[in-house]
C-alpha cells in the first residue's frame, strides 16, 4: 500500500491563480481531511469527508473547496491564491472503530503564494 | 472553542537524556492524540489515549493522561537522534469521535550525539 499520497510536493503561485491539491489514498478509508500547517501554529482542519459524495467545511474554509466522487481521492481547490494561503498542506485518511480513530496523514505539499 | 497548549516549544538535549513533552487543554479530553513530524514530511501517528489516567508506551515513549484528562505528557526515556522532530498533540475538536482534530502548535525536538 502506498497509504496517503499527495501532489504536488511543492508549487508557487501567483497572487490570483488556482490549482488544485491533490490527494489520494489507498486504503479504502471513508474519512479524508485536509489540513494546513502554518510555522509554530500546528494543524488547522480545511475540508473532511466522511465519505464519496459528503465534504463538510472545517476550522478555516474560506478560499478553498473540495469534493469527493470517489472513496480513494479527495482534491483541494484554491480558486484565487492568495498570499495568506502561503502554507503546507496535509491530506490525511482514517478508519474509525468505536473506541478510536488513527489518521494517517500524506507527506506534504508546500505551496507558495507570490 | 477547545484550545491545545504545548510546552515546551523547543527542546535541545543531549543523547541518552530523558525528556517530558506536556500538552494541556482548555477543555475536558476525549480523545488526546500524539504524533510526530520529520521536517518536509507528513505526521506519523505514535499513541491515542482516552481514560483518565491511562498511559501507554512504545519502545522508549510514554505517554500519560491525568485523572481529570485535561493534561497529557510524552515522556522519552534515553533519547537517540532518531528522536528528533516536531511533536504534536491533537484532540477531538467537538468532544466526541468525530475526527475533527485540533493540535497543539507543536514542539520541535533537537538530540544532540
Known amino acids: 500500500n502506498a497509504g496517503v499520497t499527495q501532489t504536488p510536493k511543492f508549487r508557487i503561485l501567483k497572487i490570483g491563480q488556482s490549482m488544485t491539491l491533490q490527494c489520494t489514498q489507498d486504503?479504502?478509508?471513508?474519512?479524508m481531511y485536509w489540513y494546513r500547517q502554518d510555522p509554530g501554529m500546528g494543524l488547522k482542519l480545511i475540508y473532511y469527508s466522511v465519505g464519496a459524495g459528503i465534504t463538510d467545511k472545517g476550522e478555516v474554509p474560506n478560499g478553498y473547496n473540495v469534493s469527493r466522487s470517489t472513496t480513494e481521492d479527495f482534491p483541494l481547490r484554491l480558486e484565487l491564491a492568495a498570499p495568506s494561503q502561503t502554507s503546507v498542506y496535509f491530506c490525511a485518511s482514517s478508519y474509525r472503530t468505536v473506541f478510536q480513530e488513527t489518521q494517517y496523514f500524506g507527506p506534504g505539499t508546500r505551496l507558495l503564494v507570490l | 472553542s477547545q484550545e491545545l497548549e504545548q510546552s515546551p516549544q523547543s527542546l535541545i538535549v543531549q543523547e541518552g537524556k530523558n525528556l517530558t513533552i506536556n500538552c494541556t487543554s482548555s477543555?475536558?479530553?476525549?480523545?488526546l492524540y500524539w504524533y510526530k513530524q520529520k521536517y518536509g514530511e507528513g505526521l506519523i501517528f505514535l499513541m491515542m489515549l482516552q481514560k483518565g489516567g491511562e498511559e501507554k508506551s512504545h519502545e522508549k515513549i510514554t505517554a500519560k493522561l491525568d485523572e481529570k484528562k485535561q493534561q497529557s505528557s510524552l515522556h522519552i526515556t534515553a533519547s537517540q537522534p532518531s528522536h528528533a522532530g516536531i511533536y504534536l498533540c491533537g484532540a477531538d475538536n467537538v468532544g466526541g469521535n468525530t475526527g475533527k482534530l485540533i493540535f497543539g502548535q507543536g514542539t520541535t525536538l533537537q538530540v544532540k550525539p
Open positions: 477543555k475536558t479530553l476525549y480523545g
Open positions: 486504503m479504502n478509508h471513508n474519512y
